[in-house]
């Protein structure tokens, strides 16, 4: 249970080390995280701290919304995240969250929705190998078989079939977390991180577990 940041996936770029080796990197830009909710276990049942980010015109919100922030004297936020933490009465209603809170990290766990691909036969989903692409074969990218007849006559739940394709919640762990650039408000995390350039991804200190 750790605190993160919320950014937005600019793009890919590559920097250069001491040594002039290149280093793939997915730059993400941090916006102003502000404390919007602090939940406990004598409250709520757990200890949480729900933070908002990127301003919003009422519009833009739901009644709901509008009236969750207002009755915490919050500024309208398009999007509010919780994060599980320790130590929720360590913050307070309104408080910014700063960059620092990946000072001294070095891998982080990137999360955020998947580029959706729509719907996909199962040599694309799921790496099935295709057929004879002979003239007389009459099953070159077909998914063959699905189950057995009599017993028990019925598909396995779970069965890798066509379906929709991306477009869910992934996360890719431990990455190298390269540069933090407060002034800038940037975040640049060594390979690919899921989703289209413009969308939101958490990035959160990863945990490192002995056995």
């Known amino acids: 249970m750790t605190l993160g940041v919320i950014g ?27 404390v919007t909710q602090v939940k406990t276990e004598e409250t709520d049942g757990y200890n949480a701290i729900q933070v908002g980010t990127i301003s919003a015109k009422e519009k833009h919100l739901t009644k709901a919304q509008i009236g969750h922030l207002k009755k915490n004297n919050v500024e309208n936020l398009r999007h509010l995240q919780e994060f599980r933490v320790d130590n929720p009465q360590d913050y307070t209603v309104g408080q910014e969250i700063e960059l620092s809170v990946l000072s001294d990290v070095e891998k982080v766990d990137v999360t955020g929705t998947s580029i959706g691909k729509g719907f996909q036969g199962t040599v694309k989903r799921w790496n099935f190998s295709r057929g004879p692409m002979g003239h007389g074969s009459k099953n070159h990218r077909e998914p063959g078989s699905i189950g057995a007849g009599t017993t028990p006559s019925r598909v396995i739940k779970g069965k890798r079939m066509a379906g929709n394709m991306g477009n869910e919640r992934v996360t890719v762990k431990k990455l190298k977390l390269v540069k933090v650039d407060s002034e800038k408000q940037l975040v640049l995390v060594k390979g690919a991180v899921p989703g289209p350039e413009g969308k939101l991804v958490t990035i959160k200190p990863s945990i490192t577990k002995w056995n």
């Open 8 to 34: 937005e996936k600019l793009g890919m770029t590559q920097i250069f080390d001491e040594h002039g080796l290149a280093i793939p990197v997915t730059v993400i830009k941090v916006s102003k995280m502000v």
